[in-house]
């Protein structure tokens, strides 16, 4: 069974930082596309960034490059999301996606070619 379990969303205060781990079990890690998406209340569901299981190139949304970094540990089939400089538009739930390496050429989209998806995790960012 496939499963992507996240975990270190929380409240912050803007200027501070978090990192968000997506756990994942039930496939082979390193032959799927794996990309973090968020939805804040009354938005859409937007690509964040995501991690290229072909040569590991990295995307990353406008809105958070440069702040947000992407990394994984294969060895522990883990996907980290480490978030700098958290403004309160980044409020919202946090998921992290598995899919086809096809997948990670949409990114900057909403997530509808990622097959596999873990229960997201909430991230607040105060002012």
């Known amino acids: 069974e496939v499963q992507l379990v996240e975990s270190g969303g929380g409240l912050v205060q803007a200027g501070g930082s978090l990192r968000l781990s997506c756990a994942a079990s039930?496939?082979?890690?390193?032959?799927?596309?794996i990309g973090w998406f968020r939805q804040a209340p009354g938005k859409e569901r937007e690509g964040v960034s995501c991690?290229?299981?072909?040569?590991?190139?990295?995307f990353y949304a406008d809105s958070v490059k440069g702040r947000f970094t992407i990394s994984s540990d294969n060895a522990k089939n883990t996907v980290y999301l480490q978030m700098n400089s958290l403004k309160p538009e980044d409020t919202a739930v946090y998921y992290c996606?598995?899919?086809?390496?096809?997948?990670?050429?949409?990114?900057?989209?909403?997530?509808?070619?990622?097959?596999?998806w873990g229960q997201g995790t909430q991230v607040t960012v105060s002012s």
């Open positions: 039930g496939f082979t890690f390193g032959d799927y596309a």
């Open positions: 996606a598995a899919g086809s390496e096809d997948s990670y050429y949409y990114c900057s989209g909403h997530g509808l070619e990622y097959d596999y």
């Open positions: 991690l290229s299981s072909y040569d590991g190139s990295t």
